[in-house]
């Protein structure tokens, strides 16, 4: 097949001073089917280096790199949206430096996301927990576990988000620039993306483990842990609640989530 006739992956993939991470996500994207042209948009959040002959050197005749770099870091929310602002693909998806897709991923996803004649689709992920090595000398993994097993409904997405960064493929049509990351978030800004996009589309479930995603099991997540998140599910609630179709079930249900943590709903409008 002719390279004009391929279909076109843009994965944006955001990054700040983690280059060996970084080059085991794009060595990932190594292991895709050679009959899918993969436009791997990197955007250095910041960082200190771009390491842009990395990359180069790990391309092959159907990887194209697109580098941006950006002069102080904004978070992984605008990283994301410059990708989005310039991917060219027909399908987007996202991996973060952190991450990696298992060999086949997008030739799995795009074979589905076809024969279901989809424009979103989602898999599962593994959890690699990591665990730090004595004196801060780096993490090492000490096991793996299904992350996140949610079937698609558009309440229920209301209330809990539906999959990891990296398990999404989209159809560029089905995202159309109508929606981009909230800025305002520094967590839950993922979950706040699917939302937006299950507003106007339905997403087919993949029960199928194709990616893995990194947790670092330390003292600084220990502490924060799901504390971290709060502020950012009242904002995701306020915003969206509205949109549900049994407004009573996902109100008990959002609400009860924030009571589980010793947070007033009233005090937040909710």
């Known amino acids: 097949m002719k390279k004009e006739n391929l279909p076109k992956v843009s994965i944006i993939v955001p990054t700040k001073d983690r280059p060996e991470l970084l080059l085991r996500a794009i060595d990932s994207l190594r292991t895709q089917d050679a009959d899918i042209i993969r436009e791997i948009i990197i955007v250095n959040d910041g960082g200190r280096e771009d390491h842009l002959s990395i990359y180069e050197n790990n391309a092959n005749s159907n990887m194209e790199f697109k580098v941006f770099k ?6 992984p929310s605008h990283a994301r949206n410059i990708g989005l602002e310039n991917a060219t693909g027909d399908y987007i998806c996202f991996l973060d430096d952190d991450d990696i897709y298992l060999p086949l991923t997008l030739d799995f996803r795009l074979t589905m996301i076809k024969k279901l004649e989809a424009d979103v689709v989602y898999t599962r992920a593994l959890r690699d927990i ?4 004595p004196n801060s000398r780096g993490y090492k993994s000490i096991g793996k576990q299904l992350y996140w097993d949610s079937y698609f409904d558009k309440d229920l ?3 809990q988000n539906i999959a990891p960064n990296c398990c999404v493929l989209f159809s560029k049509e089905s995202w159309n620039k ?16 699917w939302v937006a996009l299950s507003r106007n589309n339905d997403f087919k479930e993949l029960k199928l483990v194709d990616c893995e995603c990194s947790y670092r099991k330390d003292e600084k997540t220990q502490a924060t842990g799901t504390l971290n998140f709060v502020p950012n599910w009242i904002k995701l609630f306020k915003k969206w609640r509205h949109t549900a ?11 009860n989530l924030l009571k589980e943590v010793r947070i007033n709903p009233e005090n937040y409008g909710l």
């Open 130 to 133: 990591w665990e730090t090595l």
């Open 245 to 255: 179709k049994d407004l009573e079930w996902v109100t008990r249900h959002q609400n």
């Open 70 to 75: 950006l002069e102080k870091s904004y978070g």
């Open 157 to 159: 997405i209301l209330v």
């Open 178 to 193: 109508s929606y981009w990351f909230d800025e305002t978030m520094n967590t839950t800004e993922d979950h706040d993306f």
